[in-house]
């Protein structure tokens, strides 16, 4: 009866969650999007997808992909007539909206999410400084550096301990050399540079067709929620015919 009912409690929170509807549309750029209503939240969440994960990482820069996620929030370059940011004046401008865009990078995917309350104010200046760090960001060398120790000293001190040993055995002996297998390490991070970076965000980034989830109070928020296109910072033969982010 005790292993019913926790099966029961397990159950109920994914049964409630299978009842929520989800719209679900492909646009003319290929961009699949789903998008969930949720009446009463006065606020808007976008999730961009791309498929720009580790497993894209050039051979000998495993860690590129991340490094790429954590550096597009450390400053973003002049942009559409307005002027650069460095990383504590972008803080400062998404403390004083109230959002927040976060980057990261697992093994098969590069995310990308807005967060915001939908005060039209406050909603329409996310939108624009969220489409211009994720259409320029600056990739500053000396943060990358500071960065970049940082890391490598995390990792020092995660190859001292025997799960981490345990992990790396574990990753080869399943993956070998496919690149779920690759680790990141002190000799891949010195080589890789914010040039890698920017050029892996331009192959990436402004040519994939992302997937894209989205949560909003009601239908008429999503046509808020437009970003600029990021032609700008985007070679024209890598550009996506319109970007992801607008579903108009």
Request: hydrophobic share 45%.
């Amino acid at each position: 009866m005790k292993r019913f009912e926790w099966l029961l409690v397990c159950l109920l929170p994914c049964a409630s969650w299978a009842g929520i509807p989800i719209q679900h549309w492909t646009m003319a750029t290929g961009t699949k999007v789903y998008l969930v209503e949720a009446p009463g939240i006065p606020m808007v969440d976008v999730q961009l997808e791309f498929d720009a994960g580790d497993r894209r990482d050039p051979a000998g820069q495993s860690g590129l992909a991340l490094a790429t996620a954590r550096m597009m929030g450390k400053g973003i370059k002049a942009f559409q007539g307005q002027p650069a940011m460095d990383e504590n004046q972008l803080g400062e401008a998404w403390a004083d909206l109230g959002a927040m865009v976060n980057a990261n990078a697992g093994n098969d995917r590069m995310s990308f999410s807005l967060r915001s309350l939908t005060r039209p104010e406050l909603l329409d200046a996310a939108v624009a400084l969220a489409a211009r760090q994720l259409a320029a960001p600056s990739f500053p060398g000396e943060v990358w550096q500071s960065e970049r120790e940082r890391w490598v000293a995390s990792i020092r001190e995660s190859n001292t301990k025997p799960a981490t040993q345990a992990g790396k055995a574990f990753n080869q002996a399943v993956f070998g050399k496919h690149p779920y297998g690759a680790e990141v390490d002190e000799a891949s991070l010195r080589r890789i540079d914010t040039a890698a970076m920017a050029q892996f965000c331009r192959a990436t980034c402004c040519s994939a067709k992302p997937r894209s989830a989205w949560w909003v109070p009601s239908t008429e928020h999503k046509q808020s929620v437009c970003l600029p296109n990021c032609s700008a910072a985007c070679p024209a033969k890598v550009l996506a015919p319109r970007n992801p982010w607008c579903l108009r």
